[in-house]
Structure formats: structure tokens, C-alpha cells
């Protein structure tokens, strides 16, 4: 094991990631016909009791400082936002679908890394951006069928949310401070704002789907870590594109648990999208 060097480290943290929250979102789906805003103060709820025990445990205290504050409601917001998103995606699409979708977040990471961070995106970089959302098109399939056209175009707002999200993170980062800090900001927020929907709409669960929603936030809780872990072993060029695994894993499940098999168009646009990422990271590599 001390032969293993620290890149091999994150890839092996970052496939992990993405088998966690490829079982999340099986997790979210076998719970059945309860509210999205329900599931996901479940799933913050189990994330924010593990980072409050590492933070404990660690002895490192919420250390952060005032100027912080706004880049952790950007993040908590913005990530609260993608959560509910990709669960309603997730509840109404191929558990696939709603993974790709979610898995743009890394694009529009670069658009706002542009508008907020001031980090000009270079030409390929550009390209690929336009390129991703081209391939989300066939995912998406837009049509005047609103069922089946509104839960993939909220699946696509969940991955906008959850690329905002990253780049509040990464500032954090930039900063100092502590990953699980992040973690339990982001899951205690989520806690609370969805809290009042629930405490005025709450749908009773049976005990399996109880144990569902408990699984999922266990999941979520791993896959938040081990992505940080990965991405303090390696810089983010050089493992990203292995967090795709998530949807192999995603369709995978897909169809062991659901039966689900991605259409024709879906297929291309997954192939677009984790091209434009292989491309991508290629491309950095040679930097």
C-alpha cells in the first residue's frame, strides 16, 4: 500500500465517489412516492450528523472566517437547489438520464468560474462546454410533451446547481478551509430550509422506505467525502473525467433494479458528453 502513489489514491477515491452517489439516487428512487423536498432532508440530514462526527472527531472546530460567509450560502443554496433537482430527475427519469444530466455540473463549473472567479475558459475549453450541452440535448429530448420533456430539463437545472455549487467550493478551498466544514454547512442549511415543507406537508413512510432514505444519506455522506479526499490527493485535471464512472454505475443498477434501458438518443448524448470529459482531460494532461 505505500507504493501507491497519491494520484492512484484519488482515482480510487473518486470511482468510490461515484459508485456512492450512483447508489444514492437507486436509493432515492426505491423510496418510492415521497415528496422531493422529504428525501432530501433525509439524505442532509445522515450527511450532516457524519460531518459533524469527523468534525469532532478531528478536533478541528468551524474554523472559517466572516468574509466566508457568502461563498458558503452561495454553495448551500446553489447545492440545495441541484439536490432537489436531481431527485425529482431521479424520480422521474432512467436513474442514467438523471445521472448525466447532473454530471454537466462540471461545464457549467466553467462558466461560473468565468463570471464569479474571474477565470477566463480557454478556446477548447469553450468548445467543450457548448459541445456537453449539445450532448444534453439528446438527453433531454426537447418536445411539446411536458411530462416527459420538464423532468429532464429540471434534471439539467439540477446539474447548473450543482456546477455553481463546485465553483463556491472551490473558492472555499482556495481559502483553507476544511472540507467537512463545507459538508456539514451545505447538509445543516438544506436541513433547514426544507425543514418547514416538511413540517407542513409531511408523507408518512413505511419502515422500508425509512431505511431507503437513511441508505441514500449514508450513500450521499461517502460520496461526498471520498471526492474530497480525491480531489486533495490530485488536482482536479487529472482525475475528473473518472467521476463519469457514476453513470456506468447508474445504468448499470438501472437495470438490475429498474429494468431500465437508456433509448438510442440518450446513448449518443452520454457518448458526446463523456467524450467532450475524456477529450478534456486529455487535453489538461498535456499541460
Known sequence: MKNISKKQKAIAYIITSAFCFALMNCFVRLSGDIPTVQKSFFRNFIAALAALILILRKGAGFDYKMKDMPLFIIRSVMGTLGILCNFYAVDHLNVSDAS?????????????????????PKLVQ????????????????PSMDISEFMPALVGLIGGMGAGAA????????????????????????SCVITLPFIAFGYAPMTGIQLLFLILAGAAAAGGQFTITAAYSNAPAKEI???????????????????????????????????GTAVAAFLYNGRE
Request: glycine fraction near 8%; charge should be positive.
Open 126 to 141: 469553450s468548445i467543450g462546454v457548448v459541445t456537453a450541452f449539445i450532448g444534453s440535448l439528446f438527453i433531454i429530448k
Open 166 to 189: 463546485y465553483t463556491a467550493v472551490r473558492a472555499l478551498g482556495s481559502r483553507g478551509v476544511k472540507g467537512p466544514l463545507i459538508v456539514f454547512f451545505f447538509s445543516a442549511f
Open 240 to 274: 475528473s473525467v473518472f467521476d463519469y464512472f457514476q453513470v456506468v454505475f447508474a445504468a448499470a443498477l438501472g437495470f438490475f433494479l429498474f429494468s431500465q434501458i437508456p433509448d438510442i438518443y440518450s446513448i449518443i448524448g452520454y457518448i458526446i458528453i463523456c
Open 100 to 120: 448525466m444530466l447532473n454530471k454537466l455540473s462540471p461545464f457549467f463549473a466553467i462558466i461560473f468560474s468565468f463570471i464569479f472567479l474571474r477565470e477566463k
